[in-house]
């Protein structure tokens, strides 16, 4: 799943339409996932409507009802994402409800991957929450490290996004945020 809403405030444009490479950034996560065999749900106005727009990721997580027994959530603006952190999740999921990368030691929810259970406990929480730590706290979560994303030959930047334009350029570059 994609989340392609959002104000973007930070970032001051629509973080789905940057162009990586000259591709919207929603196309190419589209496009990423298909070519490693994954199908992608967009939420957003690019794909399916939030009941509620500007609620927020969570209530958007809440209402959605997945067809998988697994889903990778992503927000659309990953600028190094490489799918191969997907199957490197989905390996470290036996027994959790999520799976989670971290970066500098805090959980990164929105480049995750949650049980379908996971999405019936989102279903409970209060409609007035809007905080995605919220829904974790009450998941059994297996939270995986940058050192351990890098001894799989992957780069914990792939799920790293960026709120700003400085934190893209960097991203874009290659380096840490």
């Known amino acids: 799943m994609i989340l392609g809403g959002g104000s973007s405030r ?4 629509d973080k789905a339409a940057i162009l990586m490479n000259g591709e919207p950034m929603i196309e190419r996560l589209v496009r990423l996932l298909a070519s490693a065999g994954y199908s992608s749900t967009v939420l957003g106005p690019q794909g399916t409507a939030d009941r ?5 990721p969570l209530r958007a997580l809440a209402d959605f009802s997945p067809s998988a027994p697994w889903v990778f959530v992503c927000a659309c603006d ?3 994402f490489d799918p ?3 199957g490197y999740l989905r390996s470290q999921a036996e027994g959790f409800d999520a799976v989670i990368p971290t970066r500098g030691g805090r959980p990164q929810p929105l480049a995750a991957l949650y049980s379908a259970r996971a999405f019936q406990v989102a279903k409970s929480l ?3 929450e809007r905080r995605v730590m919220a829904w974790v706290e009450l998941l059994h979560t297996r939270l995986v490290t940058e050192d351990e994303m890098k001894a799989e030959g992957i780069s914990p930047i792939s799920l790293t996004s960026a709120n700003t334009p400085e934190e893209w350029q960097r991203l874009v570059a290659g380096e840490p945020v």
């Not at 930070?10 to 444009?13: A, P, S, T, V």
């Not at 509620?52 to 927020?56: D, L, Y």
């Open 78 to 80: 990953l600028p190094r």
């Open 10 to 13: 930070r970032m001051g444009l």
């Open 52 to 56: 509620e727009p500007g609620s927020g």
């Open 126 to 128: 209060d409609s007035n």
């Open 84 to 86: 191969v952190a997907v």
